[in-house]
């Protein structure tokens, strides 16, 4: 398989890991799910040159913004998981370690919290909501099971494929 094809599928997984995660955290702790329509709603309102709201969810909707949050999310997904062989060489995919999976989840939180989270109206680092080290804390976790993905989907990919 090439280089392409196991990060497209290495960060699939890892996104699934971390969606699955997501549905875990709501059932044990009560928190809310991400809304993907909104990243999709930030994204359309992009194609206008508008990349910054007060509120996100007060802005008009956009014509398919669930379809493309949800694509974005998983595209996002795939482009993080091209760091590992980035920094670490595709070498990586054949013998996959923890170590780089979960140093890439961790520094990917840098995404949300320098570009997502302003953008879409919450500031930096998600200083204006409700909780803010709440959600840092929740982003961080997120992040790291998406490391944590990464890696796993990286040995199962390896065990399915041919040597």
């Not at 980035?86 to 923890?98: D, N």
């Not at 949300?112 to 998600?126: D, R």
Request: with cysteine.
């Amino acid at each position: 398989m090439d280089l392409v094809a196991c990060t497209a599928g290495i960060g699939a997984g890892a996104t699934l890991l971390m969606d699955l995660w997501s549905l875990a955290r709501r059932s044990l702790l009560g928190v809310p799910l991400p809304n993907y329509s909104l990243v999709g709603r930030w994204l359309g309102h992009m194609r206008k040159g508008r990349f910054r709201h007060e509120a996100i969810a007060k802005a008009a909707p956009v014509r398919n913004e669930p379809l493309i949050g949800w694509v974005a999310h998983y595209l996002i997904g795939i482009g993080f998981a091209a760091l590992v062989p980035l920094f670490w060489g595709a070498a990586w995919f054949h013998a996959p370690t923890p170590g780089p999976a979960l140093t890439v989840g961790v520094a990917t939180v840098a995404a949300p919290f320098l570009l997502m989270q302003p953008g879409m109206g919450a500031g930096l680092a998600a200083r204006r909501t409700p909780h803010p080290h709440a959600a840092r804390l929740q982003s961080l976790i997120t992040h790291a099971v998406f490391g944590l993905g990464l890696y796993m989907a990286a040995v199962v990919l390896r065990a399915l494929l041919p040597q």
